[in-house]
């Protein structure tokens, strides 16, 4: 069965019944689910732990809209819906659902819980678990978040970039590939824009946790999400949207069996809420002991998913729309 939309320019678009279904599911189950979760975690008092009472989250409406600011970046972003246009749109989504059901959410919640019995640091906490070992491993956690400031504040940098030349309208969107090589190659703004990147981050978490961190979670994470609300209505009315809808979010049962597509989904969702080199450890550090951290995780991922979701049906329905290939960069 097929739905044809037909728009006031003449041009007719197709979404399958199934697509329109999986939309609704996505809404209802993720949107409204993140809501009600969210709302769940407003109540909470101040932290109750010696640690925490001089610097740790506030409340747990404030863990999990901090751990959610850490986890939304360039793999919600960009690369959850290139992996899910790829790799069979609603069959990647399913995969990505089960993999946080079955190890996502219990280690990441296993990690949270160690990190606020142990109340160390990485290489302390891994170390009082598993000896040298383990303090080897927490170094090696510790280096891994290091290398990260190679890369992501430039990544962050040419985003502000093209934030400032969207306002002179889609000219660009001729020549996608000459912009992105003209940006890329201006350095010395890149350079100046990590540097005050930089300084900005380095004041903020000169403030603390409350202060700094949670108190401007608070304010951008709102305001992040606001801003995707208004892009996913506009991009509801570009003419011919719905093939691009229809490409995204498509189901291709038949990557289910494919363990290349489970082996993505899985870096996927392991990647997205920063489980692995030690950022959830050190988060249950400043979390009090009364705090329901199973529940603020599973508020954590789904939201995150639901901000992947948007993400990808802001960008890639309307990539695919405007003649681009969306898998041209995919890794």
Request: proline share 3%; with cysteine.
């Amino acid at each position: 069965m097929k739905i044809q939309i037909t728009y006031k320019y003449k041009k007719e678009a197709i979404m399958s019944t199934t697509t329109i279904v999986m939309l609704i599911v996505y809404l209802v189950a993720f949107g409204g689910g993140g809501i009600f979760l969210i709302s769940k975690s407003m109540g909470g008092g101040k932290s109750g732990s010696n640690e925490g009472k001089s610097n740790g989250f506030g409340s747990r409406f404030g863990f999990v809209i901090s751990t959610i600011g850490m986890s939304v970046g360039v793999g919600a972003m960009w690369r959850f819906p290139m992996m899910c246009a790829k790799w069979g749109g609603g069959a990647f989504v399913l995969a990505f659902i089960v993999v946080c059901i079955l190890i996502v959410i219990p280690a990441g919640f296993a990690e949270i819980a160690m990190g606020r019995k142990l109340r160390e640091c990485n290489v302390s906490a891994l170390g009082s678990v598993a000896g040298t070992p383990g303090k080897i491993l927490g170094w090696a956690c510790s280096l891994e978040q290091t290398i990260q400031f190679g890369y992501f504040p430039a990544i962050i940098a040419i985003v502000v970039i093209y934030f400032f030349k969207s306002f002179r309208g889609m000219s660009y969107a001729s020549n996608a590939e000459a912009l992105f090589d003209s940006v890329n190659g201006n350095r010395v703004l890149i350079y100046g824009i990590v540097i005050v990147l930089l300084v900005l981050v380095g004041l903020i978490s000169m403030r603390g946790i409350q202060g700094g961190i949670e108190k401007i979670c608070k304010i951008m994470l709102p305001g992040l999400f606001i801003i995707l609300i208004v892009l996913a209505v506009r991009v509801c009315f570009i003419p011919g949207i719905a093939e691009g809808i229809e490409y995204y979010i498509r189901p291709d049962w038949a990557q289910l069996a494919n363990p290349q597509m489970w082996a993505q989904a899985a870096g996927m969702a392991l990647f997205a809420v920063g489980l692995g080199p030690g950022i959830l450890l050190a988060y249950g550090r400043y979390t009090d002991d009364s705090m329901d951290i199973a529940t603020d995780f599973v508020t954590v991922n789904v939201v995150q998913l639901f901000i992947c979701l948007l993400s990808g049906f802001i960008i890639i329905p309307a990539v695919k729309v405007f003649g681009m290939d969306p898998l041209m960069y995919v890794m």
